[in-house]
């Protein structure tokens, strides 16, 4: 577990309400994503050719091929030619899977590869990706509809099959709580005691078992993704005064010298 936390894509995706978005890139030969995984699911739709490595097996693929990535797969894409790729990720929890299988211990496990040509599934993608942005409201549930329609097919096709959610440790767990605690107080500094409280544990404990499965201090984690949200706010155009009060620095001087020790660069590069 040590090497995969270390892949974890956090973003600046939205992590509530309607968790749905999509990305395009025009890959170019070789390696255009690299190794990294998120919570949630995503669908690839390539309009050329390329390698997709999923949880280390090497999957081919041509163009308008549809692939699969399930929740927490650790992925990466090569390609062998030019074009765009087509990239649409939503959460679980947005499709409400668990309430509709009403089992908390079920989840839908997707294909890794079907070939579009041979399905609707080609068609339900080309209808969400002519949607304009930002997603209107009305669209969000013409993007539901598409997106069910998508799983039924799966479903009722064989492509897709239902079957119980991978088990974690109890120490996993706890490290995995730990992390989202840390996501979600993200703005605040946050003391390893109040993590600890919050999962019932020690606090000596909580942190042998952190750095047992992520390589690193808690304290070391939290500085390091505190100034990876600090820099992508920065990058989005937010003001040096708006970030140090949005993440609680003391200052700014305190700050700059953080963020220079961690990115060798001062936080004006990203202004």
Same mark, same amino acid.
């Given at each position: 577990?040590? =090497?995969?936390?270390?892949?974890?894509?956090?973003?600046?995706?939205?992590?509530?309400?309607?968790?749905?978005?999509?990305?395009?890139?025009?890959?170019?030969?070789?390696?255009?994503?690299?190794?990294?995984?998120?919570? #949630?699911?995503?669908?690839?739709?390539?309009?050329?050719?390329?390698?997709?490595?999923?949880?280390?097996?090497?999957?081919?693929?041509?163009?308008? =091929?549809?692939?699969?990535?399930?929740?927490?797969?650790?992925?990466?894409?090569?390609?062998?030619? +030019?074009?765009?790729?087509?990239?649409?990720?939503?959460?679980?929890?947005?499709?409400?899977?668990?309430?509709?299988?009403?089992?908390?211990?079920?989840?839908?496990?997707?294909?890794?590869?079907?070939?579009?040509?041979?399905?609707?599934?080609?068609?339900?993608?080309?209808?969400?990706?002519?949607?304009?942005?930002?997603?209107?409201?009305?669209?969000?549930?013409?993007?539901?509809?598409?997106?069910?329609?998508?799983?039924?097919?799966?479903?009722?096709?064989?492509?897709?099959?239902? #079957?119980?959610?991978?088990?974690?440790?109890?120490?996993?767990?706890?490290?995995?709580?730990?992390?989202?605690?840390?996501?979600?107080?993200?703005?605040?500094?946050?003391?390893?005691? +109040?993590?600890?409280?919050?999962?019932?544990? +020690?606090?000596?404990?909580?942190?042998?078992?952190?750095?047992?499965?992520?390589?690193?201090?808690?304290?070391?984690?939290?500085?390091?993704?505190?100034?990876?949200?600090?820099?992508?706010?920065?990058?989005?155009?937010?003001?040096?005064?708006?970030?140090?009060?949005?993440?609680?620095?003391?200052?700014?001087?305190?700050?700059?010298?953080?963020?220079?020790?961690?990115?060798?660069?001062?936080?004006?590069?990203?202004?």
């Amino acid at each position: 577990m040590k =090497d995969y936390i270390k892949y974890r894509e956090d973003g600046v995706r939205p992590t509530g309400g309607f968790t749905f978005y999509q990305y395009n890139l025009y890959a170019i030969p070789g390696v255009n994503v690299s190794p990294h995984w998120h919570d #949630e699911i995503e669908i690839l739709f390539p309009k050329t050719d390329g390698t997709l490595i999923l949880d280390g097996e090497i999957i081919e693929f041509c163009e308008d =091929d549809i692939l699969f990535i399930n929740s927490r797969q650790l992925h990466s894409t090569y390609h062998t030619k +030019s074009g765009w790729s087509y990239h649409f990720l939503i959460h679980p929890n947005t499709l409400c899977i668990k309430e509709i299988l009403n089992d908390k211990g079920k989840r839908i496990c997707f294909p890794k590869k079907i070939e579009a040509g041979k399905t609707p599934c080609k068609i339900i993608l080309e209808d969400i990706m002519k949607l304009p942005t930002p997603i209107s409201d009305t669209n969000k549930f013409f993007i539901m509809s598409k997106m069910f329609e998508l799983l039924f097919y799966l479903s009722d096709k064989g492509y897709a099959a239902v #079957e119980d959610d991978p088990k974690m440790t109890v120490q996993e767990g706890y490290v995995k709580s730990a992390l989202e605690y840390i996501q979600q107080n993200i703005c605040h500094k946050i003391p390893i005691q +109040s993590i600890a409280d919050e999962l019932g544990v +020690s606090k000596e404990h909580l942190m042998r078992l952190f750095k047992t499965y992520t390589g690193e201090t808690i304290n070391s984690y939290i500085q390091t993704r505190r100034l990876e949200e600090a820099k992508n706010d920065l990058h989005a155009g937010y003001s040096l005064t708006d970030v140090i009060y949005k993440y609680d620095y003391s200052d700014v001087a305190y700050f700059c010298k953080l963020f220079k020790k961690h990115y060798g660069v001062s936080p004006g590069k990203y202004l």
